[in-house]
């Protein structure tokens, strides 16, 4: 079970997803279909939404429900994420719709190149290792 600080966690990522998709907080539990003042009670970290409430406040702000299982401690980060998936989760760069699409496509690679090589498959993906990628002149 999640404790305090994973709730507060929890709070103020939905309201940092909330900001950055610029809907304000009586829009989102509109679309959620959640009241206000227990939207509002979430994003203090006051209240412990379901499963079911957390996907449809995911629905809401086009991000994936899993995103919001993981913060809230709900579901562990998925295996074989490794580096690549905590590189994309740390870049404020990208939008949570962003994310989800590049280690999806990063997923989609993998077991595709998997019956290739499969000691690549045995490997932790914390040992993967990601060559630097050529720039024009010759400076990797």
Known sequence: MPNINDVRHLGDYIREQRGASDIS??????????S???LSQIERGLRKPSAEILQQIAKALRISAEALYVQAGILERREGSGLVADAVHADEALN???KQVLLEIYDSF???NAPAAPAAVDAPANDLTIPPIPRPGGAA
């Open 25 to 34: 907080l009586r829009q989102l539990a509109k679309l959620a279909g959640v």
């Open 36 to 38: 206000n003042p227990y």
């Open 96 to 98: 949570e719709r962003q």
């Open 110 to 112: 993998r077991k595709e």
